[in-house]
């Protein structure tokens, strides 16, 4: 067991974001499935948490009802050694959900990610200040990130 397992807050949807976060992430799976019993506080058999893991990293999903949501304070980056990767990642995480800017989406349970290209913190860091400011410009003006396109801005 790691020492620190992200716990993610759910209505109800727990089970069903784990499924598809498993099913979007390679060397991922299901784990532990505990139901609600007699003394509630939801419907006894009731989905209550799921253990699973992405990459190996262990995640916990909680159905703890809808006193709480998510937001971008939190979010979870993706680094990506190519441009075919950023964009599975990116179809299949903002699908129902909704794109946001500089490599930020959210999916349709309102989790935040951030799909990055290994190629970008190596651009920012770019010691022409000019370069990587260049970088920051071009990449500003995007929603899902092109690794060409920073290229491209870069070299300008």
Request: charged share 25%; hydrophobic share 40%; glycine share 10%.
């Amino acid at each position: 067991m790691q020492k620190i397992t992200p716990c993610l807050w759910f209505d109800t949807e727990g089970e069903e974001a784990a499924r598809l976060y498993t099913s979007v992430f390679p060397s991922s799976k299901i784990g532990r499935i505990a139901r609600y019993g007699s003394a509630g506080p939801r419907p006894e058999g009731t989905v209550m948490t799921v253990s699973f893991e992405l990459g190996g990293q262990e995640f916990l999903a909680l159905n703890g009802g809808p006193e709480y949501t998510f937001s971008e304070a939190i979010s979870f980056q993706v680094f990506c050694e190519t441009q075919e990767e950023v964009d599975v990642y990116w179809s299949k995480l903002s699908k129902g959900g909704e794109e946001g800017p500089c490599g930020w989406l959210k999916d349709r349970f309102g989790v935040s990610w951030q799909i990055v290209p290994t190629a970008l913190p190596r651009l920012l860091g770019d010691p022409d200040a000019e370069r990587s400011q260049r970088v920051m410009q071009a990449m500003l003006g995007m929603k899902k990130i092109e690794i060409a396109e920073l290229e491209r801005a870069a070299a300008a």
